[in-house]
């Protein structure tokens, strides 16, 4: 089993910045891809960006340009750095990890239970 412990979240004004991690725990093999999800009320849970092991990224359209999102492979964790935030942003955040488990070949995905973050106009 892996454990993904999420922090960061909060309350911030319209223009702040947030940092979200991600840290990963468990009988983990490896890591590989890891990314940021979101989900506001009554709204599909979508991507926020996504970091591969090869540190290429991919973003949604919407945050490009003021979120980062990078990994530290020593620490099993992945951060999002949120600048310029928008009402917008307003969401529950959630970690996605895919790992091979320690004894295993196959990828497993994981989530944590997410963060929120709330952005005041």
């Known amino acids: 089993q892996v454990q993904l412990v999420e922090s960061g ?4 004004s319209a223009g702040g910045s947030l940092r979200l ?3 990963a725990s468990g009988s983990i093999g490896s ?3 890891m990314g940021w999800y979101r989900q506001a009320p009554g709204k599909q849970r979508e ?10 990224t991919n973003y949604a359209d919407s945050v490009k340009g003021r979120f980062t999102i990078s990994r530290d492979n020593a620490k099993n964790t992945v951060y999002l750095q949120m600048n310029s935030l928008k009402p917008e942003d307003t969401a529950v955040y959630y970690c996605n990890v895919e790992v ?5 070949r196959h990828q497993t995905t ?7 973050v ?3 106009s």
């Open 9 to 12: 979240g909060g309350l911030v």
């Open 21 to 23: 991690s991600c840290a």
């Open 31 to 33: 890591i590989n891809a």
């Open 47 to 56: 991507l926020v960006a996504i970091i591969n092991t090869d540190s290429s």
């Open 100 to 104: 091979t488990l320690i004894g295993f």
């Open 110 to 116: 994981y989530w944590g239970r997410g963060t929120q």
């Open 118 to 120: 709330t952005v005041s």
